[in-house]
């Protein structure tokens, strides 16, 4: 298993349960087919540029150890999902 960071960014204009539901829906992806280390909420923040005319973003912060396929599967669940303007996958070497 392989260590990973993801950083995903939602549009500023979600109502709070809709965040909730989309933090936790990714969230069981990762422990359904690994362990999750960490998972931290900053919260709305400036983006450094406007992203689909967006100023703003709700940044989250997932830190899991999994097998080299679930990237992929996030990677395609991120881009079929309206809410989430930007993500990020990086796997950290040990």
Do not use: C
């Amino acid at each position: 298993m392989n260590l990973y960071e993801t950083i995903y960014i939602l549009k500023p204009d979600m109502e709070e349960e809709a965040i909730k539901a989309a933090v936790e829906r990714f969230k069981n992806i990762i422990e359904e087919n690994g362990e999750m280390d960490t998972i931290d909420e900053w919260g709305k923040r400036k983006l450094a540029y406007p992203i689909q005319y967006y100023k703003e973003g709700y940044y989250v912060y997932m830190k899991y150890k999994a097998n080299s396929s679930l990237p992929k599967e996030l990677d395609r669940v991120f881009g079929i999902t309206e809410d989430v303007i930007r993500h990020l996958i990086v796997r950290i070497d040990k």
